[in-house]
């Protein structure tokens, strides 16, 4: 089992930045990535940003693309989401998620534990 566990959400205005963090612990093996996706409400979830665990493969969604950027410290087993110029449309349950085959994919069925969410909100 592995448990993922996540912070740093919160209501901040259009524009603004604000980072979310996300600590693993438990059964996590020696190579696993790490992911964000988001669900707005009355939308499905979707693939934000994801992360190998070198940190050589990196993957965004077109809508994220030079506002957001996803890191990791292994040593810390913690992957962080840097997020800029936030927009409205931002405005979502941002979740953490982890792969233990150490692939990056986009669909959300594909990542085998998950955290509970934490909500993002972006005021215009």
């Known amino acids: 089992q592995v448990q993922l566990v996540e912070s740093g959400g919160g209501l901040v205005q259009a524009g603004g930045s604000l980072r979310v963090s996300c600590a693993a612990s438990?059964?996590?093996?020696?190579?696993?990535?790490m992911a964000w996706l988001r669900q707005a409400p009355g939308k499905e979830r979707e693939f934000v940003a994801g992360i190998s665990y070198r940190g050589l493969i990196t993957r965004y969604a077109d809508s994220v693309k030079g506002r957001f950027t996803i890191s990791r410290d292994n040593i810390k087993n913690t992957v962080y989401l840097q997020m800029n110029s936030l927009k409205p449309e931002d405005t979502a349950v941002y979740y953490c998620?982890?792969?233990?085959?150490?692939?990056?994919?986009?669909?959300?069925?594909?990542?085998?534990?998950w955290g509970q969410g934490t909500q993002v909100t972006v005021s215009s």
């Open positions: 998620a982890f792969n233990g085959a150490n692939v990056v994919p986009t669909q959300a069925s594909l990542y085998d534990y």
């Open positions: 438990g059964r996590t093996g020696s190579a696993y990535s």
